[in-house]
């Protein structure tokens, strides 16, 4: 029996694709606000890359590899995939602001990711495809201050943001060793060494194979697009003698974005899997449309009656530089029973460059660890096979306001819940994740933003591009 590409996908499966496909266009319009006004610095808050599953393991997995999920925070595992595998998801949010004398609660749902993977050459090479939100800046916020230098009494400052920007990236995934081993495992050698285990010669080979076909690369090209609309509004409360003045900008991004990465994984005789990965993100300079304008008004009742404008920019052309970063990660396993998983992750923020914000950022860096246990993937108890996670994530994001570092704490929990069907095959997985945590502090007069969030995935597993063929 022989395998040969094919395009044609069952009916049923088909029809879930198209209707996916069809809500893909509506992600970029449903950025999930946070919520929280940290989202005006920089480009917003930044989005997590990675899937359902990773959520529920800490955001963690820059060493994790499957042969049937997509691997989103390294395009180097994606080497190892040797079926079709599709993956979407959403999240809902409930929040909580909170200053040291008052709070604010709010909640979003929206569209998290969409992918796509599929070998191209079994054991060798496969390719993956897919958009999520890279970052929002949904927000609106507001404070009061009194300024005795003007004598115009209490100032009203408010701040709106709206926009975000997507990502749509191509993968590639490279296993150099992949095939040749896929082939020594089926030859004659192989197998007279496994029945007879008498050949020295045999065995020497099987430790070679097992030592250097785990070495897979892989390769990001994205397609950073979206919009950052930014708008803050002086307005005076106590005296109609000054004039309020507000000054609102958009920024445009659109260009290519590349990040790189390795992995490598080693199975021991008990069936114990060492893994390693490591991503490389490289500093980028994105294009970028600016506009802005900076008028003066005064108000009546919902009403901006301009009176003047102070500075008005049209389609300036400029760049956004992203910069440098890298993440590793290492994992333990063992096949169907257990893992876990640790991951480092850094960025040079403090080259950041943009129209979009003149704030000055800090290098940012984050700790994630995660683990999933099944008790029995064979078991014909249902509970046996659900795959159990948790983890924890400890981020220092680019922002320092008031000499205080703005971090993101957190834990999480996960459960993958496989869909049997009649015939006893596990080809879907429902994915479950929630996580909680707290963003900012109440300290040095900032904000605090405690939040929970849920999850629901789906992973499907299809050979929508291989048919049977007997000979």
């Known amino acids: 029996m022989k395998f040969y590409y094919t395009t044609s996908v069952p009916a049923n499966n088909l029809f879930i694709l198209l209707y996916i496909l069809f809500l893909v266009p509506q992600l970029s319009y449903s950025q999930g606000g946070s919520?929280?006004?940290?989202?005006?610095?920089?480009?917003?808050?930044?989005?997590?890359?990675g899937s359902v599953k990773q959520i529920g393991m800490g955001k963690s997995g820059i060493a994790g590899y499957s042969f049937d999920q997509v691997n989103l925070l390294n395009p180097a595992a994606l080497g190892y995939?040797?079926?079709?595998?599709?993956?979407?998801?959403?999240?809902?949010?409930?929040?909580?602001?909170?200053?040291?004398?008052?709070?604010?609660s709010g909640n979003d749902v929206s569209l998290n990711y969409f992918s796509m993977a599929f070998p191209l050459v079994k054991r060798n090479t496969s390719l993956g495809f897919g958009i999520l939100p890279f970052s929002s800046m949904d927000f609106e916020s507001s404070n009061i201050t009194s300024s005795g230098a003007c004598n115009c009494g209490n100032i009203k400052n408010s701040y709106t943001g709206d926009g975000g920007v997507n990502r749509f990236f191509l993968s590639l995934g490279y296993t150099p060793f992949g095939k040749k081993s896929m082939q020594f495992y089926s030859s004659e050698n192989y197998r007279r060494w496994t029945d007879l285990n008498d050949s020295i010669s045999s065995e020497n080979e099987v430790k070679k194979f097992r030592f250097i076909e785990g070495f897979s690369f892989g390769l990001n090209s994205s397609w950073l697009f979206g919009t950052l609309d930014y708008s803050r509004a002086v307005t005076f409360i106590d005296s109609t003698a000054f004039i309020a003045n507000r000054k609102s900008s958009g920024s445009t991004l659109g260009d290519f974005y590349f990040e790189a990465g390795i992995h490598y994984h080693f199975t021991n005789k008990k069936g114990i899997t060492f893994a390693t990965g490591a991503v490389l993100i490289p500093e980028q300079k994105i294009k970028t449309s600016f506009n802005s304008i900076w008028y003066n008004f005064r108000e009546s009742g919902s009403f901006e009656n301009i009176r003047d404008t102070v500075e008005i920019i049209t389609d300036k052309k400029s760049t956004t530089i992203f910069p440098t970063g890298y993440s590793v990660g290492i994992m333990i396993s063992k096949q169907n029973k257990w893992s876990f998983t640790v991951d480092y992750s850094a960025r040079q923020w403090n080259n950041f460059l943009s129209d979009i914000d003149e704030t000055r950022l800090k290098n940012s860096y984050s700790i994630t660890a995660g683990t999933e246990f099944t008790p029995n993937v064979k078991s014909l108890n249902y509970m046996n096979k659900i795959n159990y996670r948790a983890g924890f994530y400890y981020h220092s994001s680019y922002l320092q306001l008031n000499q205080t570092d703005i971090l993101d704490v957190g834990i999480s929990f996960g459960l993958g819940l496989p869909l049997i069907k009649k015939d006893r095959i596990q080809r879907t997985m429902i994915q479950i994740g929630i996580e909680a945590g707290k963003a900012g502090t109440t300290q040095n007069n900032l904000l605090e933003q405690d939040y929970i969030r849920f999850y629901f995935g789906v992973t499907l597993n299809e050979f929508w591009f291989f048919k049977r063929k007997y000979e």
């Open 35 to 49: 919520g929280s006004p940290y989202a005006r610095f920089g480009i917003g808050i930044l989005s997590f890359q």
């Open 81 to 104: 995939d040797t079926i079709t595998t599709f993956e979407a998801g959403l999240n809902a949010e409930m929040y909580r602001l909170k200053s040291s004398a008052v709070s604010q």
